[in-house]
C-alpha cells in the first residue's frame, strides 16, 4: 500500500473500493441495459399507447380541447352566436385601453368606422390580432397593435370578432 498523501493538512490514502461496491455498480449498470433492451424491444407498453391513455384521461377529465379558428372559407364561426358575442363584449375590455370601450379609437384606430387600416376580411383582421403590427407594417402614423396570440387566444379572439361583427357590419365575412 502507498504512504498516504497530504493535501492541506488533510491525509488522503489511496483505498481500493469495497468489492460488494464494485459488484453493485456492475449489476446496476447490467440491469439498466437489460431494462432498456426490455422496454424497447419486447415491451408492448410503448410511448405511443401511453400518450393515447394520457389523452384518454385528459379527455375524460376536461372535456375535449379542439382548437377553435376560422373556417376554411375564412369566416368567423362565431359570427351570430349571440352567447360568443357577449362574451367577445366582455373579452373587449383588453383592446379597450387603446381602441376605447366602445371601440372607436383612442391611441388605436377606430374599429367602428368603415376604414380598415390592414383588411376589412375575417381572415386580415383575425391575422391583425393574433400576430400584431409593428414596425414597417404600420400605418398612418398609429401605434403598433400588440399580439394576442399568447395574451387571448384564438376562441376570445374570434368572440371579440364576433362583437365587432356586430357593430360594425364592415368587417366582412369570409375570405
Known amino acids: 500500500m502507498k504512504e498516504p498523501k497530504e493535501v492541506d493538512g488533510i491525509f488522503q490514502a489511496d483505498n481500493p473500493m469495497p468489492e460488494w461496491w464494485k459488484l453493485v455498480w456492475l449489476l446496476t449498470i447490467i440491469g439498466s441495459i437489460a431494462y432498456a433492451i426490455y422496454f424497447h424491444t419486447a415491451s408492448s407498453w410503448g410511448q405511443d399507447e401511453a400518450f393515447k391513455i394520457e389523452v384518454a384521461e385528459h379527455e375524460k377529465k376536461f372535456g375535449s380541447q379542439k382548437k377553435i ?3 376554411a372559407e375564412g369566416a368567423n364561426p362565431f359570427r351570430d ?7 367577445g363584449q366582455k373579452n373587449f375590455g383588453i383592446c379597450g385601453a387603446c381602441h376605447n370601450a366602445d371601440g372607436k379609437g383612442l391611441v388605436g384606430p377606430s374599429l367602428m368606422d368603415d376604414d380598415w387600416i390592414h383588411g ?3 381572415k386580415e383582421v383575425y391575422a391583425v390580432i393574433m400576430k400584431g403590427v409593428s414596425g414597417e407594417k404600420l400605418k398612418l402614423g398609429k401605434g403598433a397593435m400588440p399580439a394576442h396570440e399568447k395574451s387571448l387566444g384564438s376562441e376570445k379572439v374570434l368572440k371579440i370578432m364576433a362583437w365587432l361583427a356586430k ?4 368587417l366582412k365575412k369570409g375570405i
Do not use: C, R, Y
Not at 352566436?81 to 362574451?87: G, H, R
Not at 357593430?167 to 364592415?170: I, R, T
Open 69 to 71: 379558428g376560422l373556417t
Open 167 to 170: 357593430n360594425n357590419p364592415s
Open 120 to 122: 376589412s376580411t375575417d
Open 81 to 87: 352566436d349571440e352567447v360568443a358575442i357577449a362574451d
